[in-house]
């Protein structure tokens, strides 16, 4: 599973800054030809293996926010059952 994210600079040949929501990391983009800040790519283990245009990555991008909230969510009711048993 690839994570949609935002070049935000070239570093040098093949090498370039991305932003995953605030979270930067370095990226091996050596398989996106001419890739450039602003580009939107998918990244798995730290390889981009595709470019997004703007709005597929705003999809994406979405939809990873979904899910996130989603684990969030079950995380917090999972720890007030646990917290709630304790108490008994």
């Known amino acids: ?20 929501g605030g979270i930067q990391r370095e990226v091996d983009v050596s398989f996106i030809p001419d890739v450039k800040p602003g580009d939107y790519v998918v990244v798995h283990a730290g390889v981009a293996v ?4 703007p709005q597929a990555a705003e999809e994406a991008l979405q939809a990873w926010r979904r899910l996130l909230d989603e684990m969030d969510r079950l995380i917090e009711e999972r720890l007030s059952e646990v917290e709630s048993s304790a108490r008994s």
Request: charge should be negative; aromatic fraction near 4%; hydrophobic fraction near 50%.
């Open 1 to 20: 599973m690839g994570v949609p994210g935002r070049v935000v600079k070239i570093l040098e040949e093949g090498l370039a800054l991305v932003d995953f």
């Open 50 to 53: 595709s470019r997004l245009d």
